[in-house]
């Protein structure tokens, strides 16, 4: 079973920095682009940033200048740098795998993981 593990959620003060990271791990051929989404109370899911698997990134315009996507191949992982965070990226953070190749022969799956909180207090 493949899954995707968030990590690095947490408290911080406006201006403030966080790091995440998401590990994908199970039975893994190829991961083609990885993102980050974020839902906050009351508001629906929104893509934050996304990179594919030869590095082009792009961002929400809400976060562009201050967030940073990047993606170890080697470990199947993904990260996102957070910088002078505001209270309204308070939200829970999600990863997903829009594509996860188990085999060389085409499957794949998409994959989100379980999520993390962020609060950003002012």
């Known amino acids: 079973q493949v899954r995707l593990v968030e990590s690095g959620g947490g408290l911080v003060q406006a201006g403030g920095s966080l790091r995440l990271s998401c590990a994908a791990s199970?039975?893994?051929?190829?991961?083609?682009?990885m993102g980050w989404y974020r839902q906050a109370p009351g508001k629906q899911r929104e893509l934050v940033a996304a990179i594919t698997s030869d590095s082009s990134t792009n961002y929400a315009d809400s976060v562009k200048g201050r967030f940073t996507i990047s993606r170890d191949n080697a470990k199947n992982t993904v990260y996102l740098q957070m910088n002078s965070l505001k209270p309204e990226d308070t939200a829970v953070y999600y990863c997903?795998?829009?594509?996860?190749?188990?085999?060389?022969?085409?499957?794949?799956?998409?994959?989100w993981g379980q999520g993390a909180l962020v609060t950003v207090s002012s």
């Open positions: 199970g039975r893994i051929f190829s991961i083609n682009t």
């Open positions: 997903n795998a829009d594509r996860i190749y188990t085999s060389a022969y085409g499957e794949y799956l998409e994959v």
